[in-house]
């Protein structure tokens, strides 16, 4: 029975690559999976080899941090693949790692499927080199990344972006009020401030100062809860706000993203569904003080949103690092709220947008590449 190894080391990529294998499943049960991934890839039959949480780390200093644990991971991948190597090594993003398990399962002869691309083109642009080095195919999510494929002669296929194939609306406005203790009458502001720890330590307390200056008889504050989130930490930071009434939404951010009239989102996979569902809001970042100062060195672009990328102008405002304070985020919120012809041209553009997401079955194009390296 052909064996795929799979390397997913972020939220987003354990949600997409669960779809690929869901895919897999529904045409034979002829394959076994084994790797590093979170619980929807287990659930999807994945024997995982490390503890999925270890992964999620963001910034320069921050992996630093973590060295030795990457490097235990590389010896024991390596040696799987010496002693035992898959038949296919699907990698899902996450390039610091995955990049170098490419490699080493290039030296095996074992072919290599990158499925979602590391961000190249915003940075780092040898990395498209080493791509086309270690990787047999290269499944990409990202209408303009094509361009690069091309020019590189580098073997890939655009499958279509997978949140359009995740993302399900099935409560109403009435449905969704009476689930989480709602009032319908008032305006619901959302607030997204990410899925890692550190986003939590980092973003949450300016989300939670912007909101000191709303309105609560006029507006009601939503905010999700990630599942990956350490709940003790998120409570913790909620606490030191004890003034603010809060609506706390676990594992349903697709439904506040679509019922909000605005939101607040924190940079990354979440700008993109929020843009999907097509929702204005405001894009924010705010990275460690030292990793950012590197980054912001090494970016090639001036925009770090990716429906901004997408469509190649700043169709949503972005506020990245000293300027997302609380201040700035309520300032700018107010802004959207008032300003409807603005407001409304977003609504426009993200319309735009759906339509290029919309065009393809990410799940089902990756699963067809995939069964096509395994079986010719």
């Not at 993003?93 to 290599?112: C, E, Q, S």
């Not at 303009?144 to 194939?165: L, Q, R, W």
Request: glycine share 6%; aromatic share 10%; hydrophobic share 45%.
């Amino acid at each position: 029975m052909p064996e795929i190894f799979w390397l997913a080391g972020e939220n987003s990529g354990d949600l997409h690559a669960a779809q690929v294998m869901k895919e897999l499943n529904t045409l034979g049960n002829d394959l076994q999976h084994s790797g590093i991934g979170g619980k929807r890839m287990q659930s999807a039959g994945l024997k995982p080899l490390f503890p999925f949480t270890r992964f999620s780390i963001m910034g320069f200093i921050e992996v630093l941090k973590h060295l030795l644990f990457f490097f235990q991971v590389e010896k024991k991948i390596k040696g799987l693949f010496i002693n035992n190597p898959p038949d296919l090594v699907v990698l899902v993003d996450y390039p610091g790692l995955n990049l170098r398990i490419a490699r080493l399962a290039k030296k095996r002869n074992i072919p290599v499927l990158y499925y979602i691309c590391p961000q190249f083109w915003a940075w780092k642009m040898n990395r498209i080199k080493k791509l086309k080095k270690y990787t047999d195919h290269i499944a990409y999510i990202l209408p303009f990344e094509k361009h690069f494929m091309e020019i590189n002669a580098i073997p890939s296929t655009y499958v279509g972006h997978p949140i359009a194939e995740e993302i399900s609306i099935t409560m109403d406005r009435n449905s969704f009020a009476n689930k989480y203790d709602l009032d319908p009458a008032r305006i619901w502001l959302g607030f997204l401030p990410g899925s890692r720890d550190t986003e939590i330590i980092r973003i949450l307390p300016e989300f939670l100062k912007a909101i000191l200056h709303l309105d609560p008889t006029q507006n009601e504050f939503l905010i999700s809860l990630a599942p990956t989130v350490n709940e003790a930490l998120f409570h913790k930071i909620m606490g030191s706000f004890p003034r603010i009434n809060l609506k706390v939404i676990r594992d349903d951010a697709y439904h506040l993203m679509h019922h909000c009239r605005l939101l607040v989102v924190t940079s990354g996979t979440a700008t993109l569904e929020t843009a999907y569902i097509g929702t204005p809001f405001i894009i924010v970042y705010r990275g460690g003080r030292l990793s950012y100062e590197i980054g912001k060195r090494l970016v090639k672009i001036n925009m770090i949103g990716l429906p901004n990328l997408i469509m190649g102008k700043k169709i949503l405002p972005e506020l990245v690092q000293y300027d997302a304070s609380g201040n700035k985020i309520y300032s700018l919120m107010m802004e959207l709220m008032v300003d409807n012809e603005r407001y409304d041209q977003i609504k426009k553009e993200l319309k735009q947008l759906h339509a290029i997401l919309d065009s393809r079955s990410a799940s089902r194009e990756t699963a067809e590449i995939i069964r096509n390296m395994l079986y010719g």
